[in-house]
């Protein structure tokens, strides 16, 4: 029997209730990063615009290739494209990925980020946010993901679904979204993961960006867009059968 999971006041009400319903839907989501953070960082990378299965055959390919991350620092950068060719893209990653290794290099040493544990959160986004092509979404997945701390990503799903419900403004941008948003949650790694997956998976699966399903939705009955589109519908209770498996994403 999994032991019960306490369930953290939300600073923001509203998102704790739709929270529970989401959760009552696809299950508590608890799996973390196996990855250490050079490695999310480098998938987080060719993650962006880019499928998982795609997106785990280059970060594959690069190590089979190359042996570590010092090598793929010193291969050539077509060689690397070569690689990477499962993802978005490849032409501009192939590069960055060359540049932020031979930095880290340089600065540190060695293609390792472990220093980052040493480092505050504030600290270690800064650094990260230095590093070429990495912005907050990437700092943030290798801070939560793998590092087990309090920060929120905001991908294109989450970010979609929380301004559609009406979580945050319509004109919010992504990049502004990770404040906010980590504003309405519980100071508290193992909650911001669970709401994190939670609305990646309702803009998954139910919140398509052309046209959501609205009528297949467990939050629409206090969905902004549903409302306006009178297309708001009824929670899933937790004592009703569940739609859906009870999964969790694989992290990159």
């Not at 960055?96 to 930095?103: D, H, P, T, Y």
């Not at 399903?213 to 059968?241: I, K, M, W």
């Amino acid at each position: 029997m999994e032991t019960p999971v306490p369930q953290l006041e939300y600073p923001n009400a509203r998102l704790g209730r739709l929270t529970r319903v989401l959760e009552d839907t696809y299950g508590r989501q608890q799996r973390w990063s196996a990855k250490s953070p050079m490695d999310q960082l480098i998938a987080t990378i060719l993650s962006q615009r880019t499928n998982y299965a795609d997106e785990r055959t280059a970060f594959n390919n690069l190590l089979e290739r190359f042996g570590d991350w010092d090598g793929v620092a010193s291969a050539k950068t077509e060689d690397i494209e070569a690689e990477i060719q499962t993802t978005r893209y490849p032409e501009i990653k192939a590069p960055r990925i060359k540049e932020l290794l031979q930095f880290l290099i340089a600065d540190k040493g060695a293609t390792s980020m472990d220093f980052l544990y040493e480092m505050s959160i504030e600290e270690a986004n800064t650094y990260m946010r230095s590093l070429p092509g990495v912005g907050p979404k990437t700092s943030t997945f290798v801070q939560l993901f793998s590092m087990r701390r309090p920060v929120l990503p905001v991908d294109t799903h989450v970010h979609r679904t929380t301004s559609r419900i009406g979580i945050i403004g319509p004109k919010v941008s992504q990049a502004k979204a990770h404040d906010l948003l980590l504003a309405m949650l519980p100071v508290d790694a193992g909650e911001i993961l669970n709401f994190h997956k939670l609305f990646f998976k309702l803009g998954q699966r139910v919140c398509h960006y052309g046209r959501p399903n609205c009528e297949a939705c467990p939050v629409s009955f206090d969905c902004d867009y549903a409302r306006a589109n009178g297309r708001a519908g009824h929670a899933r209770l937790a004592t009703q059968p569940q739609s859906l498996p009870r999964l969790d994403d694989v992290v990159a």
